[in-house]
């Protein structure tokens, strides 16, 4: 079945209703000083946090990667109080009682990494296995790897499809730990397009009856504008942040050839009229131009993938500001498939294209996203640093971290009012939110650093909350 690209009929979840994290619950954010057990009746109470409740970290001697320059700072020391970098400086700051003080000892201070093309459903759970897996074990899989990511230093993901309503409601209310989930909610597709995991059997589709990647809010079936229409609604409803669609074929489906255009104009416009009226954009899976240039047409927001793109629509892409996410697909991907299958041959298609893809970005200066559309695969989620890594063969270490940080940010961004995180990511900046990496080398001059997040991400923090610090005693 399917790798990159997307979803599958999996027998996941039930789609449950998200949630927002607003902006008003710091108290339960930041990473609590471990406290001060008493060690008598008469010690003295601690002191009480600082700015009413508010958890304080001060970073002292940090060289800062802050997202966007191409170099590090001078050594400074960064306080975080609450969810929010609340100061940064070069001179010493106030002693605040109560504070936890990381010593970073000129290690570098970054902002967590964030990946724009992320199935949290569908990472761990084996492809063959998809149909018949119990939905309650698949849901602890994806809560187990969604932790994992967490400590790969990835701090924030965007979800491309599944139903991830539910595993963000979790994480955040810190049932598990886990990244911010900008879902997408199902994936739309045509009949027969990249997401149709129906079988012949299935057809012709009954007025009425849903099939099982329906039922579980995975994949949407729409053959008209107003289905298109009344399915990104039903995303929307249940929290999306954006909204994705298949306008061309794909890898895993094995109805839908990488050459075909899948939804027609009008279609996909029913989706970016419905999406820009709630305030939001939409994203389509798309590999070749004439795909790409319809959806571009049809008022669509970013590509994603790319990999078969030709100079005039990488030129077009420029002039329309339209944005690019993304991935360097791995060579592995093409094993993932029966050996001279037909997935298989499309999947070599895609990783040739990749070298295509980032050259392309590269001259024409497209606003490129990061990202990994890693699928049913545990071994190489375990490479999603060293897939970022890797865009050192097209790109400086500096223009990489950019991408994975600062630059995803502003996509995440273009969900408008629908951003489930009010505040800044993807920076290290006064007023930011406190997503942030303390990393043992400089990853400006070393990019292999991000490959082993293990070893060299000595702190990760999310929204001000130290999830990892092997600097504490
Ligand atoms: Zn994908």
């Given at each position: 079945m399917r790798a990159f690209g997307l979803l599958a009929s ?107 093309h992320?199935h ?40 491309l499809g599944g ?21 997408s909610g199902a994936i739309i597709t045509v009949t027969s397009g990249h997401g149709d995991f129906r079988t012949p059997?299935d057809l012709p589709r ?5 099939s099982?990647q329906e039922?579980?809010?995975a994949a949407m079936v729409a053959d008209s504008p107003d289905e298109v229409r009344m399915r990104t609604?039903e995303q ?6 954006q909204i994705k669609l298949t306008a061309g074929g794909g890898v895993s489906s094995p109805h839908s050839p990488l050459d075909v255009t899948t939804f027609t104009e009008p279609e996909l416009r029913a989706a970016t009229e419905a999406a ?5 954009y939409v994203a389509v899976h798309a590999y070749t131009p004439q795909t790409i240039q319809q959806a571009i047409r049809a008022g669509v927001t970013c590509i994603e993938h790319g990999h078969l793109m030709d100079?005039?629509t ?8 339209i944005?690019?996410s993304t ?15 037909d997935e298989?041959a499309k999947a070599?298609e895609i990783?040739?294209g ?19 559309d ?100």
């Amino acid at each position: 079945m399917r790798a990159f690209g997307l979803l599958a009929s999996l027998t996941v979840i039930l789609a449950s209703v998200s949630c927002s994290t607003g902006d008003g619950d710091s108290s339960s954010a930041g990473s609590a000083e471990p406290g001060r057990p008493a060690e008598s009746a008469q010690a003295p109470p601690p002191p009480a946090p600082p700015s009413g409740g508010a958890a304080v970290t001060d970073f002292r001697n940090v060289k800062i990667f802050d997202g966007r320059s191409d170099r590090l700072s001078a050594p400074s020391n960064v306080r975080v109080k609450g969810k929010r970098i609340e100061r940064i400086s070069t001179e010493a700051l106030p002693d605040e009682p109560g504070a936890t003080v990381i010593d970073g000892g000129g290690r570098t201070l970054m902002p967590g990494l964030i990946d724009n093309h992320w199935h949290t459903m569908l990472v761990r759970p084996p492809v063959t296995q998809l149909t018949t897996l119990d939905p309650g074990y698949l849901n602890l899989l994806a809560g187990a790897e969604a932790t994992d990511t967490l400590m790969r230093g990835f701090t924030t993901v965007r979800d491309l499809g599944g139903p991830s309503f539910g595993l963000k409601q979790a994480i955040d209310e810190g049932v598990i730990d886990g990244p911010r989930i900008y879902p997408s909610g199902a994936i739309i597709t045509v009949t027969s397009g990249h997401g149709d995991f129906r079988t012949p059997a299935d057809l012709p589709r009954k007025a009425g009856v849903e099939s099982r990647q329906e039922e579980l809010g995975a994949a949407m079936v729409a053959d008209s504008p107003d289905e298109v229409r009344m399915r990104t609604r039903e995303q929307l409803f249940e929290g999306a942040s954006q909204i994705k669609l298949t306008a061309g074929g794909g890898v895993s489906s094995p109805h839908s050839p990488l050459d075909v255009t899948t939804f027609t104009e009008p279609e996909l416009r029913a989706a970016t009229e419905a999406a820009g009226n709630w305030g939001t954009y939409v994203a389509v899976h798309a590999y070749t131009p004439q795909t790409i240039q319809q959806a571009i047409r049809a008022g669509v927001t970013c590509i994603e993938h790319g990999h078969l793109m030709d100079e005039a629509t990488a030129k077009e892409m420029a002039d329309k500001n339209i944005w690019l996410s993304t991935q360097p697909i791995p060579a592995e991907m093409i094993g993932a498939f029966p050996p001279g299958s037909d997935e298989a041959a499309k999947a070599k298609e895609i990783v040739d294209g990749v070298n295509n893809v980032y050259q392309l970005a590269r001259k024409y200066k497209l606003k490129t996203a990061f990202g990994t559309d890693i699928l049913f695969s545990p071994q190489l989620a375990q490479k999603q640093g060293a897939l970022l890594a890797g865009l050192g063969k097209w790109f400086s270490p500096a223009e990489t971290l950019t991408m994975a940080t600062a630059t995803n940010a502003e996509l995440l961004a273009m969900s408008g009012k629908r951003n489930p995180y009010a505040g800044k990511l993807g920076v290290v900046a006064e007023g930011a939110l406190a997503d942030l990496l303390l990393v043992d080398g400089d990853p400006l001059a070393r990019l292999d650093l991000v490959a082993d997040p293990g070893r060299n991400f000595t702190v990760i923090m999310k929204d001000g909350k130290t999830y990892k610090n092997t600097l504490a005693s």
